[in-house]
């Protein structure tokens, strides 16, 4: 009888006590942190209205980097013309009036005319909503490589206005937050240049 008992106990103690049970692949990776800029599916078409010429390049003040492989190199804004031919329909694979580009940094350099590095693998992301006034960007775009990339920013009008009236030295100018994929940018401060 007391060989019946212990047999019962022990595989009470087996089913019982086999430890913890596995985790599921989400909790394996640890907690996703939140978005920087959430999903908003009613954000949707092209606005722009603009009173100010906004055209320029962007440059982050601190690197951007996701996945320890793509940096963002600038937002681009463009202007009327590029507005103008979007809105008509009048649309290249490689160019948006708003638009961001990340550059490969593992792939081959070279540095440019002003002493800046340059990739030879450029990833343009383009709009597929944009909303654009004198005080705020909105962005949502798609890459095959990067996820979806949503941008949502402050534009500061007089910072870009004295920017654009120096033309270098460039004090902060648009500031807000980017999510690229599944990783989350907070804080993203860009500064402005006419030109690349």
């Known amino acids: 009888m007391r060989s019946i008992v212990l047999a019962t106990l022990a ?7 086999s430890g913890p049970s596995a ?4 909790e394996a990776a640890g907690p996703v942190a939140p978005p920087a800029v959430p999903a908003d599916p009613s954000f949707t078409g092209f606005k ?11 440059y982050p003040t601190a690197e951007v980097k996701v996945g320890g492989k793509y940096k963002l190199d600038h ?11 979007w809105t008509a329909g009048k649309r290249t694979k490689t160019y948006g009036p708003v638009m961001l580009e990340f550059q490969d940094v593992t792939s081959p350099s070279r540095t440019n005319a002003l002493g800046n590095t340059s990739y030879s693998v ?3 992301v383009l709009p597929t909503a944009y ?12 890459d095959a490589k990067l996820g979806e ?7 500061d009008a007089a910072a870009l206005k004295l920017a654009q009236s120096k033309g270098k030295d460039s004090p902060p100018v648009i500031t807000g937050a980017l999510q690229v994929g599944e990783t989350p940018f907070k ?10």
């Open 187 to 196: 804080s993203v401060i860009f500064t402005w240049k006419g030109g690349d």
């Open 131 to 142: 909303a654009l006034n004198d005080e705020t960007v909105r962005f949502v775009g798609t």
């Open 11 to 17: 595989s009470v103690c087996l089913a019982g006590c």
């Open 75 to 85: 937002l681009h804004i463009g202007g009327p013309v590029g507005f103008g031919d």
């Open 149 to 155: 990339v949503r941008l949502d920013a402050k534009i």
């Open 23 to 26: 985790k599921t692949e989400e």
């Open 48 to 58: 722009h209205d603009q009173k100010k010429d906004l055209f320029g390049y962007y």
């Open 122 to 124: 450029k990833l343009r």
